[in-house]
């Protein structure tokens, strides 16, 4: 029996700053309503040490926190990576992922119409690609303005671009060929 693949190692990374990002933007947005008038308020009406002492808690605080959010999006970027494998079978292609609620997809060659790669701004800092395959009837849905895209039911996330270009490729051809023998 062949092994299922796993994503490219650099995968962690792109998991982890794509966690990461809203963390961050949260955290500065947080610090800057918030925090920083408070620290600046407490330093300016007095001038006591204990409210200084009060203003080096929050910075410490604040520290503290960014690092302990920090580290569990790096945990959840590496168990990510570990729990996401895939394989080109010869009914079809198949995808494990998950940490806590495993998701199975199983998609046969022949109801793929599309295979898109795509690649974010991380994902190309980090050299990797975004594999999208789209099947009939879930590319897209008819909305209240026409047709509008859902996404595809099944995406690759975080390969090299030559391993995503292989993969496409492989994957076109496996489904043409499904198609002209009638799905056989």
């Known amino acids: 029996m062949l092994t299922m693949k796993k994503l490219d190692p650099k995968a962690v990374w792109f998991f982890f700053l794509q966690n990461s990002i809203g963390w961050i933007v949260f955290i500065l947005f947080f610090s800057l309503c918030f925090g920083v008038p408070s620290v600046i308020g407490i330093i300016e009406e007095s001038r006591t040490d204990i409210l200084g002492g009060l203003a080096l808690i929050y910075l410490v605080s604040f520290l503290l926190i960014s690092t302990v959010i920090t580290l569990l999006c790096y945990l959840f970027a590496k168990l990510t990576y570990s729990n996401y494998r895939y394989e080109l079978k010869e009914d079809g ?83 043409k060929g499904r198609k002209e023998n009638g799905g056989l």
């Open 93 to 175: 292609f198949y995808k494990e992922s998950g940490i806590i609620t495993k998701k199975y997809v199983t998609i046969p060659y022949e109801r793929i119409q599309n295979v898109d790669i795509n690649r974010g701004i991380i994902a190309r800092i980090l050299g990797l690609s975004d594999l999208q395959i789209q099947t009939a009837g879930m590319s897209s849905a008819y909305g209240q303005h026409g047709a509008m895209g859902m996404g595809a039911e099944g995406r690759l996330p975080a390969v090299s671009e030559s391993d995503a270009l292989v993969i496409r490729d492989e994957l076109i051809k496996r489904a």
